[in-house]
């Protein structure tokens, strides 16, 4: 539908009038502002790259996230998810020397999925077998997943010279290389864009896929449908989570190359963000995800040639989240319903309104 | 005086009142009757300040209401009883009613307090409350009601306006319920009740106005009017009842064999006590009772959604698709409102097997299966795609019968099927049982319901559920108030 196109633009819009105030409180020129935030995020070919690489990790965990929330399970733990995945990664990146490049792409890459796969697991079954709350436990396993990144950088994997608290950079046959250098545009965008139709299939051409959507939209009636949501729960957090640490896995595969601490800027929160922009929808996470991107890629020109600090984009961030969100209630739904003769008692309220079961 | 002047509302292109005039007077109880989707619940709505209206007003002794606000027409005196229960299922019954008017206190929540007042009130009104303490989510449908009646009353309005309130009473509890409103009336009060039972709007109502898709189309009193006038002024044709089929069933092996059925709840307090009983081939079977005696728990077990402490359920014939339940709360636990009416058709599985291959869903297979049981059950729906809760009451059931048969299993089980639904949509409903059980393929339903003149109507055979027991009655008993004493718990 239109309206759910048009909104998300509607709301950047609505920021940039909200925040251009603030700017010229602060004595800036909202206009150099915003055209540096342009600029600097698709100013150049270069620029458009780096937006590109900046908004992969955010389509994986956008991903994770949409999947996740589409069954109304809440999980927060794509951060945590991605972290583990990416432990797995750069543990076993520096053993892969020996195998052929795409062998070795497709085992770091397989760690990734398999490492953020079991975090995500371990809070579905929590959530299946002993009615743990989802978000409790994902946000949790958010820090113990952090901790371990810690551990192993000062630990078991530190670089052998231990000098620094980083990994061993991951073997040449297992990195993901650059196609346009100096550009840094790889294959993790592709590979995050074939992923996201094939979540779109999942969620909306598949049995299985069906069924999560009932057991998002109405629990109970689910389970008098004999949909059994117990291993539907366990197999969904896993699947979220293996798409988070296939996020992570790619970003050690081609950017970082190796652990270190704080790895995530955070990836998993921002991907909540990405995800209720895109509406839950797989194929808006892309560009919900490359708008949050280049948001976050503006900002550093913003900073340098207008002197705004770059947190003024998180301000920015939270904004267009704050009124896409507001834009969603009822004034919304009531014009929707005078175009279209929507339901008038159905609780259709979207599915972001519902809160989880506490 | 309660007055509605020309009062027009439209949903999208749905004119749902048409320029209604309505009037009540104090001391009178008022019944508007009308099939669902006539306007009733709209015009309620309107006049409780839930729903703007797009054009005219509402007066209440002269003053004219503020439209579209509920905290308005409270402040006036008007307090409304809705259909589907607006309590608060894992609350308290105190803190439920705490909402209501009964909490005077200034910021301190005092619960005692409210309790001791709804006690009084419920006292003079001549119902007990539940224990201290309890959960709403355990209580029966008729002591919900209760509730909802309760803390509208606490508000001490002019006017309280009871949308379908008998719809979950069992005819045991009616009577009570029926003295209730006369009681109220007896205040001065105004009461508008309402109703598609026309028995009982016959006879507790001073007047009755007749709601036809969103148009009045009579005003009248019980002296001057009968049942089978109101139902024809109400759908604009006489619908005849389904015969009932009374000859004995074929005595074929049973379909659904239930054996010592027993389920304990956590408190360990016995919901379903030894249940026994056989349903035959092209049999329909009625299980009557009140509320509460474990139709619920029955229905979920049957479901699959809850495990039975001990006991044998068997279905000849078929694997876990040869059995379909309608749950009784059809916008809770039978259909999906904001998923379109092709994809809660799929939600039974044997259809949804039918439209997937491989894991793919051929949703186009969907659509076109939608669009021929919307054909075939008369649903009243633009189409496939829309959203189950853009449906009136009676066609969210048709779509749910219609899903059912069209599953194909060996035995339907319909909890409190046609609950709230009008004479035409119940009639469409009751024939098609009728079908699926008279079909040469021989399929068998179980009707479970607190409506004792539906199952008298289209059951061959009568079970009674009191306490979680079921009982058989003898074939030939057919005197509902002898039943009605049976499904109290009275020995046979």
């Not at chain 1, 992969?56 to 589409?70: D, E, K, R």
């Not at chain 1, 770091?108 to 999925?113: C, H, R, S, V, Y």
Request: glycine share 10%; with cysteine.
């Amino acid at each position: 539908m239109l309206s759910s196109i048009a909104k998300p633009f509607a709301a950047l819009a609505l920021a940039a009038a909200l925040i251009s105030i603030v700017l010229a409180a602060l004595g800036a020129s909202p206009i150099g502002v915003f055209a540096a935030l342009g600029e600097g995020a698709f100013g150049s070919w270069y620029a458009c790259a780096d937006t590109i690489v900046k908004s992969t990790p955010l389509v994986f965990t956008g991903l994770a996230v949409s999947l996740a929330f589409s069954g109304a399970l809440w999980n927060i733990g794509a951060d945590g998810q991605l972290t583990i995945g990416a432990i797995a990664a750069g543990a076993i990146g520096p053993h892969l020397g020996n195998f052929p490049h795409a062998i070795a792409i497709a085992i770091i890459l397989a760690a990734g999925a398999l490492g953020g796969a079991v975090w995500g697991a371990v809070a579905g079954w929590l959530r299946a077998r002993r009615d743990v709350n989802e978000v409790i436990s994902t946000i949790m396993l958010n820090f113990v997943a952090v901790q371990a990144l810690s551990w192993v950088v000062h630990g078991p994997l530190m670089e052998p010279s231990r000098a620094y608290p980083t990994s061993s950079p991951i073997a040449r046959a297992a990195q993901l290389e650059f196609y346009f250098a100096p550009s840094r545009i790889n294959l993790g965008m592709i590979l995050a864009v074939a992923l996201a139709a094939a979540c779109y299939l999942l969620l909306f051409r598949t049995g299985a896929g069906f069924e999560l959507r009932a057991m998002g939209r109405n629990r109970r009636a689910a389970t008098f449908f004999a949909i059994r949501i117990p291993a539907l729960t366990l197999w969904v957090m896993a699947l979220s989570g293996a798409l988070a640490g296939l996020g992570g896995a790619v970003q050690i595969s081609a950017i970082s190359h190796r652990l270190y601490e704080k790895l995530s800027p955070g990836w998993g929160f921002e991907a909540i963000a990405v995800a209720l922009v895109a509406r839950l929808n797989p194929l808006g996470i892309i560009p919900a995800a490359i708008l949050f991107g280049a948001l976050d890629n503006g900002s550093q020109a913003m900073q340098r040639t207008q002197g705004v600090s770059p947190e003024l984009v998180q301000v920015i961030q939270g904004l267009v989240i704050l009124i896409i969100l507001a834009f969603d209630t009822p004034a919304w739904s009531g014009l929707r319903e005078n175009i279209f003769g929507a339901p008038h008692d159905a609780a259709a309220a979207a599915p972001l309104a519902e809160m989880p079961d506490a | 005086m309660l007055r509605a002047n020309a009062i027009t509302r439209r949903f999208g292109r749905t004119l749902a009142l048409d320029a209604v005039d309505f009037e009540a007077l104090p001391g009178e109880i008022h019944a508007l009757v009308g099939e669902n989707g006539a306007g009733k619940t709209t015009l309620m709505n309107v006049l409780a300040g839930s729903l703007a209206a797009d054009h005219g007003e509402a007066v209440l002794d002269g003053r004219r209401l503020q439209s579209g606000s509920p905290r308005a027409a409270l402040a006036a005196g008007i307090a409304a009883v809705h259909q589907s229960p607006m309590l608060f299922e894992r609350m308290t019954w105190e803190e439920n009613l705490a909402l209501g008017g009964f909490d005077t206190g200034a910021g301190a929540l005092d619960l005692d307090a409210v309790a001791a007042r709804a006690r009084s009130l419920a006292a003079k009104l001549g119902f007990e409350m539940p224990p201290a303490g309890a959960t709403v989510e355990n209580r029966s449908v008729a002591e919900r009601v209760r509730l909802e009646v309760l803390r509208a009353l606490s508000f001490n309005p002019r006017v309280l306006i009871l949308d379908e309130p008998t719809s979950v009473l069992a005819p045991s509890e009616l009577a009570a319920f029926l003295d209730l409103l006369r009681s109220l009336r007896a205040d001065g009060r105004i009461v508008v009740m309402i109703t598609h039972k026309l028995a009982e709007a016959i006879a507790v109502a001073d007047r009755i106005t007749v709601l036809r898709r969103g148009r009045v189309v009579a005003r009248t009193t019980p002296a001057d009017t009968s049942e089978a006038q109101l139902a024809g002024l109400m759908i604009g044709e006489i619908v005849t009842q389904p015969a009932a089929s009374a000859a004995p069933p074929p005595s074929g092996a049973p379909v659904l064999l239930i054996e010592n059925l027993t389920l304990d709840d956590r408190t360990g307090r016995r919901i379903l006590d030894r249940l026994s009983f056989r349903v035959a081939a092209g049999e329909i079977v009625g299980i009557a009772g009140v509320d509460g005696n474990g139709q619920t728990e029955l229905v979920e077990v049957l479901a699959g959604v809850r495990r039975p402490s001990s006991g044998k359920v068997t279905l000849h014939g078929g694997s876990s698709g040869a059995m379909a339940v309608i749950p009784q709360n059809r916008d809770l636990d039978g259909l999906i409102l904001d998923m379109r009416l092709w994809e809660n058709l799929i939600l039974a599985r044997p259809l949804r097997e039918q439209v997937t291959s491989h894991g793919w869903l051929n949703v186009s297979r969907a659509i076109d299966l939608c669009r021929q049981l919307i054909d075939r059950f008369r649903i009243r729906a633009p189409g496939p795609e829309t959203l189950a809760g853009a449906l009136s009451g009676g066609n969210r059931q048709r779509l749910e019968v219609a899903r059912a048969i069209a599953s194909r299993p060996r035995v339907i089980v319909a909890h409190n099927i046609c609950r709230g639904l009008d004479l035409a949509a119940t009639a469409d409903v009751h024939r098609a049982i009728l079908d699926f059980a008279s079909a040469p393929s021989g399929g068998a339903a179980v009707l479970i319901s607190s409506d004792l003149d539906e199952l008298l109507a289209i059951c061959g055979r009568l079970l009674i559920i009191s306490r979680g027991k079921i009982r058989e009655t003898s074939p030939g008993q057919r005197d509902p108030e002898r039943l009605g004493l049976l499904m109290a718990g009275a020995r046979d």
